[in-house]
């Protein structure tokens, strides 16, 4: 099973950047997928990005494609979304999401973080 605390979120202006953290514990992440996903108010949980935790491959929703980067740092267990030129239309709360490398369902998730952007 997986443990995972989010963390970085906050209030930014329009174009402005910031970096959230999401730590995963109680189980070594190799056969593990990790995404991102947020809901913006009044919206529908949509999905942001993931990565593989073995190979490092990446993917990205086409909303933030070229401003967000997801990557991660082995030696601590934890997953990073950059978020970059950000616009307000990003406010939203960022999960943080983890499931076994064959499955389909993200069955791990963390509590969530605020992210919102001003004009």
């Known amino acids: 099973q997986v443990q995972l605390v989010e963390s970085g979120g906050g209030l930014v202006q329009t174009g402005g950047s910031l970096r959230l953290s999401c730590v995963a514990s109680g189980r070594t992440l190799s056969t593990y997928v990790m995404g991102w996903f947020r809901q913006p108010p009044g919206k529908e949980r949509e999905l942001v990005g993931g990565?593989?935790?073995?190979?490092?491959?990446?993917w990205y929703a086409g909303s933030v494609k070229g401003r967000f980067t997801i990557s991660k740092d082995n030696a601590k267990n934890t997953v990073f979304l950059q978020l970059n030129s950000l616009k307000p239309e990003d406010t939203a709360v960022y999960y943080c999401?983890?499931?076994?490398?064959?499955?389909?369902?993200?069955?791990?998730w963390g509590q969530g973080t605020q992210v919102t952007v001003s004009a």
């Open positions: 999401a983890a499931r076994l490398i064959i499955r389909q369902d993200y069955n791990y």
């Open positions: 990565i593989v935790w073995s190979s490092g491959t990446t």
